[in-house]
């Protein structure tokens, strides 16, 4: 019997290397298949999130995690999401994400808070989602392992967080295709990729629970986003936006330059800037369906402090 050359051989080993990077590859689900257009929607999509501002500590390596935030049922940490393969989401695959992103559950099964705002990203286009998902995956890698949540509140997670969600949280419905133009659109935004209702609609300081029947009526300090209060931005002409026009609305989301000649700061600022893209990054033709969107809802009178 013939014995194998050295080539022979060299070839056989090669083949083997090639099959186990295809295992490893489908393995970790990178994206492959994604292409740049794909990849430039998803940062677009990123920026339409307000940059996912809330996995970047300030001055911190951007969506490595870390960025804390306490509620009253004690603290916990935004995780790492960048396409590390041991600290991050680098060994997750594709589905893996969006049923995160739009669920709230991690690979292992384990329930992520709705610090994450899964209720109103779930209402996302499958298409924006795994765009989304192509661009996570092109941001530099940053090993850093997560810091690991303190609940305080007994049996918070087991039995409490099950019936809040059931009996409290609302979830957006996603559409079979993102609307692309008008008023549709600038739902679309608002409410599933922009998630401003998590901030700007008033919640029970007893259950923290969303008041959907005042939508984007605003937020005290006292149930505002990280103790901040986030304004009434209904058309009400005495204490929200009425007086603003569509324009005027753009150019703020676009710019964070007010009517009055103030610039918008804490959060919003935040959002407006974003990371790696954030919400002056939207096209005039988005920036518009937004605030049309805006001017169309039912006018709440709700002053915020």
Known sequence: MERPTGSRVGMSVMSRLLLAACFVVSSVGLAWAASPSDVARGKYIFGAAAGCGCHTEPKGQVNAGGKKFVGPFGTVYAANITPDIQTGIGGWTDEQIVTAIRSGRRPNGERILPVHPFTSFN?????????????????????????????????????????????????????????????????????????CGECHTPRSALTMAVDNTRFLAGNSKKTGPEGQAAPNITPDAGTGIGDWSEEQIATYLGTGNRPDGDVAGGLMGENIQGTLAGYKDLTKADLRAIARYLKSIPAIKNKIE
């Open 123 to 195: 209402g996302m286009a499958e298409e924006d989602l795994r765009a989304l998902v192509a661009f996570l995956r092109t941001v530099p890698p940053v090993q850093r392992a997560n810091t690991p949540k303190k609940i305080i509140v007994p049996m918070f997670e087991s039995v409490f967080l099950p019936i809040w969600l059931s009996t409290f949280a609302s979830k957006e419905t996603p559409p079979a295709a993102a609307p692309d133009s008008g008023l549709p659109r600038g739902e679309y935004l608002v409410r599933a990729v922009g998630h």
